[in-house]
């Protein structure tokens, strides 16, 4: 026999309760597009449980305040930008394939995602301690990305000398590059991904391609 309530009706079944880590994915998606639209300090807590359709006290439980909770959006960001470019270089490629691979991967990503990028590169840069040292951290692991392909594009070519302990500050300057750029493209949105990756591996690979070489430019030559 099926249960009954008082009135004689059969109750409506019981919401299947989600695993955690759905729970977690809707809370961190909602909280991103309210930061990204609102700003860290505008934003709510009540604004992201009405866009998740989950409680303020569950988000509390799920994942703390609202500091830890933007905390984890970066994380959660930084991390999927840097899974989105590593899954599509390939070591057994050219240098120069893989630099385009990565360099692709990127600005789709921000063409695609673009509430994540606001939150990883305007509101958690903008915000200071303690976000700054997530920051840090994911833009920590692009330059070592970028500087082992570098590593590995002049132990190819032979030019030992270029790959020991030089690529590091040549990835960050790339990897700033690539920021100014996506920044700009906000600003610009009618361009597309591929438009964007072309003008960063002209700014940068002409230049890469030449050091990788063993052909750097010297101040002396212009003497």
Not at 170 to 190: I, N, Q, R, S, V
Request: glycine fraction near 8%; proline fraction near 5%.
């Amino acid at each position: 026999m099926t249960k009954k309530d008082v009135a004689g009706e059969t109750p409506p079944p019981r919401a299947k309760r989600l695993p955690r880590a759905v729970r977690e994915r809707q809370i961190l998606d909602a909280a991103v597009r309210v930061f990204s639209e609102r700003g860290y300090h505008a934003a709510s807590m009540d604004e992201v449980s009405d866009v998740a359709g989950i409680s303020k006290p569950m988000i509390y439980a799920y994942l703390g305040s609202k500091e830890e909770l933007f905390a984890a959006c970066i994380q959660r960001e930084a991390t999927r930008l840097m899974e989105s470019i590593g899954g599509v270089v390939d070591v057994e490629l050219d240098p120069e394939e893989q630099l385009w691979r990565g360099v692709l991967a990127f600005f789709t990503f921000v063409g695609e995602n673009r509430d994540s990028w606001q939150v990883l590169h305007r509101q958690a840069g903008s915000q200071g301690a303690p976000f700054a040292a997530e920051l840090a951290e994911g833009r920590r692991r692009a330059v070592a990305m970028i500087s082992a392909l570098l590593d590995r594009a002049a132990s190819r070519e032979g030019v030992g000398a270029f790959a020991e302990g030089r690529t590091e500050p040549l990835a960050a300057a790339l990897t700033g590059a690539g920021e100014a750029l996506a920044e700009w493209w906000l600003e610009h949105p009618e361009e597309t991904p591929k438009a964007m990756a072309r003008r960063l591996m002209n700014l940068s690979w002409m230049g890469f391609g030449n050091l990788v070489l063993g052909r750097a430019w010297h101040p002396d030559k212009t003497a």
